[in-house]
């Protein structure tokens, strides 16, 4: 498995592009990690879909952002591509 996340800083070019994450700690409350758990399950299910009739796929969860200043939402997502 691999997680990708997104930086709070741009880079010296004025881009925000994607990292490896090699560690996720979510804090969260019991529900919100349940809303995280059941869209992991679901994403699962439309992932094995996918890869059986090789489409792609793009499902996301916005949670709520807890950060009075966030530039961006909390988002989870899983993605998986195909060969064009």
Known sequence: ?????????????????????????????ADELRLIANFLLRAATELDHAQANNLELNVGVDLANSNPDARVGIWVNVVRQVSK
């Open 1 to 29: 498995m691999r997680i990708q996340g997104w930086p709070g800083e741009l880079d010296r070019d004025g881009a925000i592009l994607p990292v490896d994450i090699v560690d996720v700690d979510f804090y969260g409350t």
